[in-house]
């Protein structure tokens, strides 16, 4: 079964950090640019960070420059978020995406991050 699964959210102070991860089951993100996004009740998904399929091009959000990394292992399937220096605004529900040239675009399920003292 083709699915993406995100893991590593929770609850944390301000502040704090937290490291996501998407590991993708049923193809191999090789072929595929990957993307986090968030999204809070009400209002649209937005992009926080994009890494190309061998890692030499990443973008980011000026929301969450300097303070989040996106990185990825290939050999695990895997993209990781490293978030740093939380704020409360960076609650949200947090996405991951696989985008490929003439392939299926997947979302996964979501992880949730709480920043709050």
């Known amino acids: 079964q083709v699915q993406l699964v995100e893991s590593g959210g929770g609850l944390v102070h301000p502040g704090g950090s937290l490291k996501l991860s998407c590991t993708a089951y049923?193809?191999?993100?090789?072929?595929?640019?990957m993307s986090w996004y968030r999204q809070i009740p009400g209002a649209n998904r937005e992009f926080v960070a994009s890494i190309s399929r061998t890692g030499g091009s990443i973008d980011s959000a000026d929301q969450v420059k300097g303070r989040f990394a996106i990185s990825r292992d290939n050999a695990q399937n895997t993209v990781y978020l490293q978030m740093n220096s939380l704020k409360a605004e960076d609650t949200a529900l947090y996405f991951c995406k696989a985008r490929g040239v003439g392939r299926p675009t997947y979302w996964g399920q979501g992880t949730q991050v709480t920043v709050s003292s």
């Open positions: 049923g193809f191999t993100i090789d072929q595929y640019a």
